[in-house]
């Protein structure tokens, strides 16, 4: 069994400094630095991919933080002063992902560059961010999982036991990394991996989702019984099969 804990910030005389910020922080610098090193291979403008990186880091924190109160709007609508408190946490991934799409997808076009070959790029550098940022939702206890009894569960305030969601986020993010890793130079036609990673991390992502708590008024909303992001997983994952298909049935006719 897991001991609860939450160790949210770090204070240094004055100065404070809070966890989740410092692996979110983290967590941008590795992306880069693999997106760096993969554009390179790819020959890739290195400040265009700078300033991309930018451009991704601003609008998916922007979005992740607008999705998290939009969910949690019955809240915040009442303590409106706690949306700026973004230090302490409170994100939903695929707000971040909508809105960096977005913002990439404009930004791209307007630079010239292959949509498909950067997205390569960004797909193969994310899963790392994602594993190093989770690490802040584990270290702050961001996410509460459902009541188990497996010999890794952790103790909740309560004394409940319940599964480490921010654990199996992470380790999903990193087992993510290595297999797109081992696949970057195997696979050569452009957006592949991209979609790989769209369809591992849906699929994933709706699957530990069930490991959410659902018993607390704190817990995640749930609509038909599925969470906001299943819904989300289902989308992209069936969004993304269709234009693989589509991708590949057109791929075979220009061939032909």
């Not at 880091?57 to 992740?64: N, T, V, Y």
């Not at 921010?166 to 050569?188: D, P, Q």
Request: hydrophobic residues 55%.
């Amino acid at each position: 069994m897991l001991p609860y804990f939450s160790f949210e910030k770090i204070v240094l005389g004055p100065m404070t400094f809070y966890v989740w910020g410092i692996l979110a922080s983290l967590a941008f610098i590795a992306c880069l630095f693999v997106a760096l090193k993969e554009a390179k291979r790819k020959n890739i403008s290195r400040d265009k991919i700078i300033s991309l990186s930018i451009i991704i880091i601003i609008s998916a924190f922007l979005g992740a933080r607008i999705f998290y109160i939009a969910l949690f709007w019955d809240y915040f609508s009442n303590n409106l002063s706690d949306i700026f408190y973004f230090w302490k946490g409170g994100q939903v991934l695929y707000g971040g992902v909508f809105f960096a799409f977005l913002a990439s997808y404009f930004y791209i076009k307007k630079s010239k560059l292959s949509f498909l070959q950067v997205a390569d790029v960004v797909a193969l550098a994310v899963p790392l961010g994602i594993f190093i940022g989770r690490i802040g939702c584990v270290l702050i206890n961001d996410h509460i999982g459902s009541l188990t009894n497996l010999p890794w569960a952790m103790e909740y305030l309560d004394k409940s036991l319940r599964h480490p969601v921010s654990i199996y986020l992470s380790l999903n993010g990193l087992i993510l990394f290595f297999i797109l890793w081992f696949l970057r130079k195997k696979i050569t036609r452009r957006g592949i991996l991209f979609s790989l990673f769209l369809l591992y991390y849906s699929a994933t992502r709706f699957f530990l989702d069930f490991f959410r708590c659902n018993d607390l008024d704190v817990c995640d909303p749930h609509f038909y019984n599925l969470t906001i992001s299943q819904w989300i997983s289902i989308a992209i994952f069936a969004l993304t099969l269709i234009w693989v298909l589509w991708y590949n049935k057109n791929r075979s006719k220009s061939q032909a």
